[in-house]
């Protein structure tokens, strides 16, 4: 058996990494943030507890990186833009690509909402979320300018509340939640 390579070792740590961050995911929005303790979470992760401070500093800090991953997710379906303006057709992609990541992962995104809504949680990741959205917003501002609205940040904004709005809507009741239809009444109304 030959030895690792360093990118067989990175990928083990970035598969041990999320399988962390999954279990904790699970185990806060089960128990609570406050009750879920690293023990419990090592536990449900099938390793041991030791194991998880070589990946995280304490349970806060794997809280935000929950948290700033589910944010990432979000904000890569963004395209690159490379100073360029955003397109009508690349915005429609971009919110055609948040929805189809809402509909294929639907349990993932119950749990994550279920935690990152907490207080708690909202004011330990709060120094950290306007560096991740800012990018987003100013791409849809951009967008506006171009298009000639009167208030391009105001409706970036507005475009940006009424995704996270029907998100959520759509986490509590997906079988109901007309979400296609939802979807191009955005881009006729929004784009």
Not at 112 to 129: G, N, Q, R, T
Not at 134 to 162: E, I, K, R
């Amino acid at each position: 058996m030959s030895p690792r390579t360093e990118q067989q070792y990175e990928d083990i740590r970035e598969s041990r990494r999320s399988a962390i961050m999954q279990a904790g995911l699970e185990m806060f929005a089960k128990h609570s943030i406050e009750t879920a303790s690293i023990a419990l979470i090592a536990q449900h992760a099938g390793i041991s507890k030791g194991l998880i401070y070589n990946y995280f500093e304490n349970k806060e800090s794997l809280i935000l990186a929950i948290v700033m991953d589910g944010l990432r997710k979000f904000t890569t379906l963004a395209p690159e833009l490379n100073g360029k303006t955003m397109t009508k057709p690349e915005i429609i992609q971009y919110i055609e690509r948040t929805f189809s990541l809402l509909e294929n992962h639907v349990s993932y995104w119950k749990l994550y909402f279920s935690i990152v809504l907490h207080p708690a949680v909202m004011k330990m990741a709060e120094p950290h979320l306007q560096e991740a959205i800012l990018p987003v917003v100013d791409m849809l501002t951009g967008y506006y300018t171009d298009q000639g609205v009167a208030d391009p940040a105001a409706q970036a904004l507005f475009l940006g509340s009424v995704l996270d709005g029907i998100s959520l809507n759509y986490l509590v009741n997906p079988d109901l939640y007309p979400l296609q239809t939802i979807k191009e009444i955005i881009i006729q109304k929004l784009v």
